[in-house]
């Protein structure tokens, strides 16, 4: 089964930060990698799928990047609504397992 | 809109079974691959089941494995979740979750219900 470990754990960051969540594979994933965000009591929510592409009505400051084993989502500039928990999520082989996810916390 | 319902959680003893429902409206339910994801009181996402538009492809996830059945009645576009053998660990938030295309795999999950809570305890 492919592992995906995510890091860090959880970050402290302030209003307008720039903010970068790491997700790497156990082997080569292609570009089949996925964002999502999840806050308290809510179901998740997909950002990024394919490694880049944004969601359809995601704000344009949540990008991702990468491909094979490495993956990036970056926040350009972080807005109160996005302190939450991400996850990476790879749909390349069956299990499509999770990363443990990245709570991004209020400094 | 799309929207995902879950239903049939409960509390339950070990060693039982209960049996999960998705009713799914505001898509075409026979065109996308649907999902079973769960997540423990306090703890991560951890995808349990798949099952493709027409139910040729099936997956589960080895902590499952040969206790959970999942299946899909595209005619009342419906989604189940047969659990039998429960354990305390299967104790969790049961989320079924819309693929973003047809086939496992395709990419990523574009659409989730709230959820039915399932408690495995004596």
């Known amino acids: 089964d492919i592992q995906m470990t995510q890091s860090p754990s959880s970050l402290s960051a302030s209003v307008r930060d720039r903010v970068t969540i790491t997700c790497r594979a156990s082997?080569?994933?292609?570009?089949?990698l996925n964002w999502y965000q999840q806050k308290p009591g809510k179901a998740p929510k997909l950002l990024i799928y394919?490694?880049?592409n944004l969601q359809s009505g995601v704000p344009s400051r949540f990008s991702g990047s990468g491909s094979g084993t490495d993956f990036t989502l970056t926040i350009s500039s972080l807005q109160p609504e996005d302190f939450a928990t991400y996850y990476c999520?790879?749909?390349?082989?069956?299990?499509?397992?999770f990363g443990g996810g990245t709570k991004v916390e209020i400094k | 809109e799309v929207q995902l319902a879950e239903s049939g959680g409960g509390l339950v003893q070990p060693g039982r079974s209960l049996r999960l429902s998705c009713a799914a409206s505001?898509?075409?339910?026979?065109?996308?691959?649907i999902h079973w994801v769960r997540q423990a009181p306090g703890k991560g996402l951890e995808w349990v089941s798949g099952?493709?538009?027409?139910?040729?492809?099936?997956v589960y996830a080895d902590s499952v494995k040969g206790r959970f059945t999942i299946s899909r009645d595209n005619a009342k576009n419906s989604l189940y979740l047969q659990m039998n053998s429960l354990r305390a660990e299967d104790t969790a938030l049961y989320h079924c979750?819309?693929?973003?295309?047809?086939?496992?795999?395709?990419?990523?999950?574009?659409?989730w219900g709230q959820g039915t809570l399932v408690t495995v305890s004596s």
């Open positions: 394919a490694a880049s």
């Open positions: 999520q790879q749909s390349y082989g069956t299990p499509p397992a």
């Open positions: 979750a819309k693929d973003i295309g047809a086939l496992l795999g395709a990419g990523g999950l574009d659409y």
């Open positions: 099952i493709s538009w027409n139910s040729n492809v099936i």
């Open positions: 082997q080569s994933i292609r570009s089949n």
């Open positions: 505001g898509f075409t339910f026979d065109d996308y691959a």
